[in-house]
T-cell receptor, first 114, second 116 residues
Framework: AQSVSQHNHHVILSEAASLELGCNYSYGGTVNLFWYVQYPGQHLQLLLKYFSGDPLVKGIKGFEAEFIKSKFSFNLRKPSVQWSDTAEYFCAVNAPGGYNKLIFGAGTRLAVHP | DAMVIQNPRYQVTQFGKPVTLSCSQTLNHNVMYWYQQKSSQAQKLLFHYYDKDFNNEADTPDNFQSRRPNTSFCFLDIRSPGLGDTAMYLC???????????????FGAGSRLTVL
């Protein structure tokens, strides 16, 4: 069965620090990859997605992610975090077979201190 | 604004007392999903509707049922909640998967259920 692993459950950073959140998935075929973010008290929102083409994907708020097929990875990065980036981040993979079934990782809770 | 609205946002119920959670959407999306999210765990897909076509996940307990009376509304019924059903329940929608860019889900804010 397909699965998504997020390596860090909790990350604490100071403002201006660089961020990298790991995500690995287990499926050998064509996949679509996503990062969703959930800010405190808000609903899940799409941060960025990869369908095809350039494996380096730019998202909102200065986030980017790189798809490395050989490593089955889709790590999320941001060069300089802000306090407002405090949120929970979920990696997800679109399973094959239609209907946009998403399989999520367990999430990484990021806390950014001023 | 077009959106996905879930009610109630918070629900406390007693062990075994049926609960219904609702989801409505103004996006006119074909597909609606129900996910369960327990603390520190990944969201787990329970079932989804493609129009009126109901698709149950193999490991979704029989205790969980769903109804979609029309395009805009979808309900999650938990017939006899157990303590282990305490979780956040997320509704999401998406466009017809055959359309370009259809692989993007729009989520509601969730309904947090506590079973005592």
């Amino acid at each position: 069965a397909q699965s998504v692993s997020q390596h860090n459950h909790h990350v604490i950073l100071s403002e201006a620090a660089s961020l990298e959140l790991g995500c690995n998935y287990s499926y050998g075929g064509t996949v679509n990859l996503f990062w969703y973010v959930q800010y405190p008290g808000q609903h899940l929102q799409l941060l960025l997605k990869y369908f095809s083409g350039d494996p380096l994907v730019k998202g909102i708020k200065g986030f980017e992610a790189e798809f490395i097929k050989s490593k089955f990875s889709f790590n999320l990065r941001k060069p300089s975090v802000q306090w407002s980036d405090t949120a929970e981040y979920f990696c997800a993979v679109n399973a094959p077979g239609g209907y946009n079934k998403l399989i999520f990782g367990a999430g990484t809770r990021l806390a950014v201190h001023p | 604004d077009a959106m996905v609205i879930q009610n109630p946002r918070y629900q406390v119920t007693q062990f075994g007392k049926p609960v219904t959670l609702s989801c409505s959407q103004t996006l006119n999306h074909n597909v609606m999903y129900w996910y369960q999210q327990k603390s520190s765990q990944a969201q787990k897909l329970l079932f989804h509707y493609y129009d009126k076509d109901f698709n149950n996940e193999a490991d979704t307990p029989d205790n969980f049922q769903s109804r979609r009376p029309n395009t805009s509304f979808c309900f999650l019924d938990i017939r006899s909640p157990g303590l282990g059903d305490t979780a956040m329940y997320l509704c999401a929608t998406s466009r017809d998967p055959r359309e370009t860019g259809a692989n993007v889900l729009t989520f509601g804010a969730g309904s947090r259920l506590t079973v005592l």
